[in-house]
């Protein structure tokens, strides 16, 4: 138990320092350009932001795809598949992405269409995403080059890319904004410099670590190209990833709306308290990366035993994660809040809906940490199920209880949404168990 415990904390831990690294590429462009002087600036690039936010949210299954299907070739030692693997996640994230700067305009003009930022900061947006655009190829191809590290084992390399693409994006701004006065054009050239040396650093990773797995692939009949049925696969598993990805997008981004429409203090009080989310989430990824990339492993080199023992470390795991962050969010959440603003009415305007903050490690370990397993084996069906039944459960919480409870029944939309994702999850896989655990 103690060696399972260890493997999953040595894959698991590098992966949440990727994740905590993350937000801090868009939160050091907004600290840099606060120090300009004009907050329309801050207000642009925290709209740009999010805009390549949602976006790339969407292109998320370019990662769990390749993590999951990586994992397993790489369980079945079939090192030519790990290849046409990585070749084919390359290729499609390069050429999205070369889509998305090719069609940049209607993109950002329907990414602004759907924010609804005020007049007077339009064209500051526009600016700054017109510039950030051109590192989609760059994201989109990160994307599947982090999945295939995952897949094979490896969180280290995906974290030191994150950790020295924020070092870059700090200097090259700080240089462009201060040293050559470019304003908001200096931070979206420093996001585009770090987002691009983070793709050319995951490529130098490969060429000096895995370059020898390339006689794999000439030695095996059809190239990297391999036959209809792989790419067939290889779309398919992705496109549900994709769909499950729009339910959960279309979750997050109606949480926000329903939310702006009860006045901007509930909303700001919302925000704060879904940090206690973003934060469990970061966590708890790291340890679904884990079960994703040993899971999978397990499953494509047919090792029932050891796969039943993986899951099983991941649900104590789970129980002790969930006790640990209710206890943390119940004892530290309120002085927590105050960290976060100084406005007191924000924090009082908080101060009922925080049982609900509360209560998220309960209602969404399960969710996480059965996502990664789920990925690892390529159960994308029931990733998806589970998606469609959460997210329908989360409109109708919602729509059923809005005029008697008002922001309360947000919430419990919400920790109905997370609750039922796992639920779902475990009902899948005990299922699936009971009937043998048919490991192909």
Not at 205 to 219: A, E, I, M, T, V
């Amino acid at each position: 138990m103690n060696g399972r415990f260890q493997q999953i904390f040595r894959l698991a831990l590098p992966s949440i320092m990727s994740n905590i690294t993350v937000p801090l590429l868009g939160l050091c462009d907004v600290m840099i350009v606060g120090h300009i002087g004009d907050a329309h600036y801050i207000a642009a690039i925290s709209v740009g932001t999010m805009i390549f936010n949602v976006i790339y949210w969407v292109f998320g299954f370019l990662r769990m795809g390749t993590g999951g299907m990586t994992s397993q070739a790489l369980g079945r030692r079939d090192l030519a598949e790990d290849m046409r693997l990585l070749l084919r996640a390359l290729s499609i994230g390069f050429g999205i992405g070369l889509l998305f700067v090719i069609l940049q305009r209607p993109i950002i003009g329907i990414g602004l269409w759907a924010m609804k930022p005020s007049a007077d900061i339009i064209e500051l947006c526009k600016r700054y995403c017109l510039i950030v655009i051109w590192g989609a190829p760059a994201v989109l191809s990160l994307y599947g080059f982090t999945g295939w590290y995952v897949g094979m084992q490896n969180t280290r390399f995906p974290m030191l890319v994150s950790i020295l693409q924020n070092v870059i994006n700090v200097i090259v701004s700080l240089s462009l904004v201060f040293g050559a006065h470019l304003d908001i054009e200096g931070v979206a050239f420093g996001t585009l410099t770090a987002q691009w040396c983070g793709f050319i650093i995951a490529c130098s990773f490969w060429l000096f670590n895995y370059r020898r797995l390339w006689k794999h692939l000439k030695d095996t009949a059809g190239g990297w190209k391999g036959d209809w049925y792989a790419w067939g696969k290889f779309f398919s598993v992705n496109r549900d990833i994709f769909i499950r990805t729009l339910f959960l997008v279309g979750v997050s981004l109606s949480f926000t709306a329903i939310g702006s429409r009860m006045g901007a203090v509930i909303l700001a009080a919302n925000t704060l308290l879904m940090e206690f989310y973003t934060i469990f989430s970061y966590f708890t990824d790291g340890f679904a990366y884990a079960g994703e990339a040993l899971g999978g492993k397990y499953y494509g080199a047919r090792n029932r035993v050891s796969f039943e023992g993986l899951v099983r470390s991941f649900l104590r795991l789970g129980a002790i994660i969930m006790i640990l962050f209710t206890i943390l969010y119940a004892l530290a959440g309120k002085p927590f809040l105050s960290l976060l603003t100084s406005d007191g009415d924000v924090i009082s305007a908080a101060g009922p809906y925080f049982i609900w903050a509360v209560a998220i490690p309960f209602c969404g370990v399960a969710a996480f940490l059965l996502d990664g397993i789920f990925v690892g084996i390529m159960n994308t069906k029931g990733l998806l199920s589970s998606s469609i039944t959460a997210a329908l459960c989360f409109f109708v919480v919602y729509f059923l209880f809005r005029k008697t409870l008002g922001n309360h029944a947000l919430w419990l939309a919400f920790d109905a949404f997370l609750f039922v994702r796992g639920a779902v999850e475990a009902f899948i896989y005990f299922r699936w168990k009971s009937k043998g655990l048919s490991f192909r």
